[in-house]
């Protein structure tokens, strides 16, 4: 670590658990030395300034017997700007690479409960005072297979509920788009196209791919933001539309089409897993995302779920034009 960045880091630290908080504590606590720091700087910041946002993630046994993550502090010109999201989800990529399929445990100030929520930490135990600031235990469970799939499991069923709650009408979808079943079609071709992908990588000795970095960390966290954004994509070279479907086609018709398209995840899952069992695949770059470029386990089993949660988007405006068409 340069002088500079220390400097940086350090005095974020200072400005915002010191002198903001006006608690005077040990921030030079002794753990520093065995601590990943991941710390954001101004472009044009002067050597002096401070960094804008800062973190550090203890291996287990430091503070903890699982990781921890600790010393999160933001500047205050960029807060509420979404730089302390990214700080977390940085946090937690690390995390999963440096330590995989480990709970991860953090010491959360009481007002900031709801934010490590919105990550999925869960709280435990009472309430305590640290330095005479409102505390509270919260640990992540283990981002393992188990909790990838749920994830995607989760996104499957706010699917089925926003497309059967869509009328015959509302499913057309407008006149130079998808309906409702292409849209449907469209995320079975994807994860088709994904499974066969995998089929084929998980064949490679990982040892030999590229170690996932923070530079894959960044790919993984753009494509995840796109996805929740309101940017609309067309598939890439059109190998992922789907080929047009049957407007008339009856619920039965479309059960079937959930139904197959449940049957494909799950054996594409169950497949998938059986070659990717050992903690090393959680530390590299495992599949090329045609637009993001290549991505980690992690990241890729995320970006099935957002991917549905993104076409439960375009569900949602079908409505909302269908409404605003016929008054």
């Known amino acids: 670590m340069e002088a500079n960045h220390l400097h940086a880091l350090m005095r974020l ?82 995390c999963i690479r440096r330590w995989p399929r480990m709970p991860i445990q953090i010491s959360a100030q009481e007002y900031l409960l709801n934010f490590y929520q919105s990550l999925g930490f869960e709280a435990y135990g009472e309430g305590y005072l640290e330095d005479g600031l409102p505390h509270m235990g919260m640990r992540m469970p283990a981002i393992n297979w ?28 407008p006149s130079d788009g998808w309906s409702a079943r292409e849209v449907m079609s469209h995320i079975a071709l994807s994860e088709k196209s994904l499974f066969a992908y995998m089929e084929k990588k998980c064949l490679a000795n990982p040892l ?67 070659k990717v069992s050992g903690d090393v695949w959680w530390t590299v770059q495992i599949f090329r995302h045609p637009i993001a470029g290549y991505i980690s386990l992690y990241d890729t089993l995320r970006f099935m779920a957002e991917h549905i949660r993104h076409h439960i988007g375009q569900l949602n405006r079908m409505a909302r034009e269908e409404n605003e068409r016929t008054g």
């Open 146 to 173: 188990e909790w990838c799939c749920e994830d995607i499991r989760k996104a499957t069923e706010e699917f089925k509920e926003a497309f059967f709650q869509l009328s015959e009408e509302e499913r057309q979808g």
């Open 208 to 274: 030999e791919l590229k170690p996932a970095d923070g530079e894959s960390d960044e790919r993984g966290l753009k494509m995840i933001a796109a996805l929740k954004s309101n940017v609309r994509f067309k598939a890439p070279l059109g190998m992922l539309s789907p080929q047009g479907g049957d407007a008339t086609a009856t619920k039965a018709v479309e059960d079937d089409l959930f139904n197959a398209w449940h049957a494909q995840r799950m054996q594409g899952l169950n497949s998938w897993q059986a």
């Open 13 to 94: 630290r200072l400005d915002v658990f010191v002198v903001e908080q006006d608690c005077v504590y040990p921030d030079l606590d002794g753990k520093d030395l065995d601590s990943i720091h991941i710390w954001a700087l101004n472009e044009s910041a002067d050597p002096s300034d401070s960094a804008e946002s800062v973190v550090r993630l203890l291996p287990p046994g430091l503070s903890y017997d699982v990781p921890s993550i600790g010393r999160v502090a933001v500047k205050d010109t960029q807060r509420g700007t979404g730089l302390g999201q990214e700080l977390m989800e940085r946090s937690l990529r690390a």
